[in-house]
């Protein structure tokens, strides 16, 4: 999809071609450390679906893959950033090298939630891997230990972010104009 045609987007921040260059060195640096091991990806639900599918096809070691999905929401009754899992793996982690990825890592509350919950089901290991990083945003310290691109606080979408559902689709990604005007920008 043209940016020209996408109402909203105010530049490309990486393109298609810097995604997959980015994604096949990542994926050398996890087939390596992983090399030998029986390796699970788990995707977190919607947006790391294009992620871990790009990632998977570049990893040169046979690998597992599972989702999980999660809920998170705020109002006058809860706590702000109150997580959930809302559709839980399908198969156990126990006594597996697990790989958990983020399409990407912000405040750094999901992931601890997550890690925190992964942790508890005795993997052999457990690391992340997120396809972008905000650490500009981070108030919660987290370890990721494969990142692709680190990012500024400014609003994303592309590559499966999106916006109210829209955008996921983009091949690249983008930065959103900030002044916001209907459905679709």
Request: proline share 5%.
């Amino acid at each position: 999809m043209s940016q020209a045609l996408i109402p909203g987007i105010e530049r490309v921040l990486f393109t298609q071609e810097q995604i997959s260059d980015r994604i096949r060195e990542v994926a050398k640096e996890i087939t390596e450390k992983y090399r030998g091991k029986n390796l699970k990806l788990i995707g977190v639900l919607k947006g790391s679906v294009f992620f871990l599918t790009a990632l998977a096809r570049e990893i040169e070691i046979p690998v597992k893959i599972d989702f999980l999905a999660i809920s998170s929401f705020s109002s006058k009754s809860t706590s702000p950033g109150v997580v959930r899992i809302a559709k839980d793996l399908d198969d156990q982690i126990e006594g597996e090298d697990v790989l958990l990825v983020e399409d990407i890592v912000d405040t750094g509350f999901t992931l601890r939630y997550l890690l925190r919950t992964l942790a508890s089901r005795s993997p052999n290991s457990l690391a992340v891997c997120t396809f972008l990083d905000r650490t500009p945003r981070r108030i919660v310290q987290v370890p990721v230990e494969f990142r692709c691109f680190e990012i500024p606080d400014r609003f994303v979408v592309g590559f499966g972010l999106d916006y109210n559902q829209y955008y996921r689709n983009l091949n690249y990604v983008a930065v959103m104009k900030p002044e916001k005007s209907g459905p679709l920008l």
